[in-house]
């Protein structure tokens, strides 16, 4: 199951300010909340060599680190959270800024040129909690970075200045819409925020007690799709704050959902939960249209890597439209990835990994997927294939959380153990 410190990321997906309706809502401020210009040592980076020849403090012996692994080797590795947690990163829209968020209760900034000097151009500061999720506006206008206690903050990029701080229940994700100056988080108690970043306006929806685990946009921008512990699936039009539907109303043993994504062009919506299965339902009439399971068919030897866990859903995407392919992609805790066409609604192929994951990524234009592994390393899945194509790592302990740059060029991962890897994706794959 999933954990409250590594949430899940969902991908944003608008309209525009014009098209949406706010409640008027009193915003906390903090005026002595800062983002740190940092250019001393004391956050520092390292390169590959310090990093790679540091394995005696492997951390208390959990994980592999660089020793041994024949994959390819980030380019850069960035460790300015202390030794804590980075729970999230995320680039730009133009793919030279990195935002990555840890368990220090701070986010770093990161550009092309603080990258390769080793330290982060801003620090983030005035949270209370881990910062579990760190994303930057469609525009790359502002930024936001939130935590576990509900405090969220949004940043003017430009000058790094303070804009709003926004108060929640304990957080569980945020991500901005995908056309607007408009973001979204969701709460332990079921709470959807959305503010208009312009004006501050806020409006709540409530769904359920329970909760949301996850939530998606629609192709649309207009409408929200919200996943809960309870088992409640719900689509939310975003002006009127109706429920348009209850997908999972008088379905048998509602299992929790952990992950859900919305087709960017059909009327289709996926959810993915504890009990090993997806859920596919039509957004417009509410119907389901099947469920298909992501554990190992009877046949199949028991081949987990971690034993005794639940086969939870962890990840469910559908591929771009630009990578020509019509595919949606599931990925569990003890790690099957499984693909499905999504025409047919019928298998393409199952692989299982070496480990469990927490995170599934399709390549933007290319018929690759990338997977974030319990065992520290990013695995490249050629679908066409169904093969793994290139390791790329390796972590100390498990990858958190995977973003890649819209062209496809760069890819960053998150890791328990402090550290921020970035890898050219341009390099050919080691044979």
């Given at each position: 199951m999933r954990a409250n410190k590594t949430p899940p990321h969902p991908g944003a997906s608008g309209v525009h300010d014009d098209d949406m309706m706010g409640d008027d809502m009193e915003d906390t401020f903090d005026d002595d909340d800062l983002i740190e210009i940092h250019d001393d040592d004391e956050n520092e980076g390292t390169d590959l060599g310090d990093f790679a020849d540091d394995e005696e403090d492997d951390m208390d012996g959990e994980g592999l680190g660089m020793e041994g692994f024949t994959g390819q080797k980030p380019d850069y590795i960035l460790t300015s959270h202390q030794e804590s947690a980075v729970f999230c990163c995320s680039f730009d829209g133009t793919g030279n800024r990195l935002i990555s968020g840890g368990e220090d209760d701070v986010a770093n900034i990161w550009d092309n040129s603080s990258i390769k000097s080793q330290s982060p151009i801003c620090v983030c500061r005035g949270h209370k909690d881990s910062v579990v999720s760190a994303s930057f506006s469609w525009d790359s206008t502002f930024c936001c970075t939130a935590d576990l206690s509900g405090i969220v903050k949004v940043w003017k990029v430009a000058n790094n200045e303070l804009l709003h701080t926004f108060e929640t229940g304990e957080l569980s994700w945020s991500f901005w819409h995908f056309g607007s100056n408009v973001?979204?988080?969701?709460?332990?108690?079921?709470?959807?925020?959305?503010?208009?970043?312009?004006?501050?306006?806020?409006?709540?929806?409530?769904?359920?007690?329970?909760?949301?685990?996850?939530?998606?946009?629609?192709?649309?921008?207009?409408?929200?799709?919200?996943?809960?512990?309870?088992?409640?699936?719900?689509?939310?039009?975003?002006?009127?704050?109706?429920?348009?539907?209850?997908?999972?109303?008088?379905?048998?043993?509602?299992?929790?959902?952990?992950?859900?994504?919305?087709?960017?062009?059909?009327?289709?919506?996926?959810?993915?939960?504890?009990?090993?299965?997806?859920?596919?339902?039509?957004?417009?009439n509410g119907k389901l249209l099947q469920t298909v399971s992501c554990t190992p068919v009877a046949s199949e030897p028991n081949t987990s890597s971690v034993q005794g866990e639940d086969e939870t859903v962890e990840s469910i995407v559908f591929s771009p439209s630009e990578t020509g392919l019509d595919?949606?992609?599931?990925?569990?805790?003890?790690?099957?990835?499984?693909?499905?066409?999504?025409?047919?609604?019928?298998?393409?192929?199952?692989?299982?990994?070496?480990?469990?994951?927490?995170?599934v990524l399709w390549d933007p234009r290319l018929s690759v997927m990338y997977t974030a592994g319990l065992d520290g390393v990013v695995r490249a899945i050629d679908v066409r294939s169904g093969s793994v194509d290139r390791l790329l790592g390796r972590h100390r302990t498990e990858i958190l959380d995977i973003c890649i740059t819209k062209d496809g060029s760069k890819l960053a991962s998150a890791s328990e153990d402090g550290s921020v890897f970035i890898y050219n994706l341009l390099q050919a794959p080691s044979t």
């Open positions: 973001l979204f988080a969701g709460c332990d108690d079921g709470s959807i925020y959305m503010w208009k970043i312009n004006t501050g306006d806020c409006k709540i929806y409530s769904g359920s007690s329970a909760k949301c685990e996850h939530a998606a946009l629609l192709p649309d921008g207009k409408r929200l799709l919200a996943g809960y512990a309870c088992g409640t699936l719900k689509l939310f039009d975003l002006k009127s704050g109706e429920t348009l539907f209850n997908f999972t109303k008088g379905l048998p043993n509602p299992s929790p959902i952990l992950c859900v994504a919305a087709h960017s062009s059909k009327n289709l919506v996926a959810a993915g939960s504890a009990d090993g299965t997806v859920k596919l339902f039509n957004s417009q595919y949606v992609a599931c990925g569990t805790v003890t790690g099957h990835v499984v693909v499905w066409d999504v025409a047919t609604l019928t298998e393409r192929f199952r692989i299982q990994q070496d480990s469990g994951l927490t995170k």
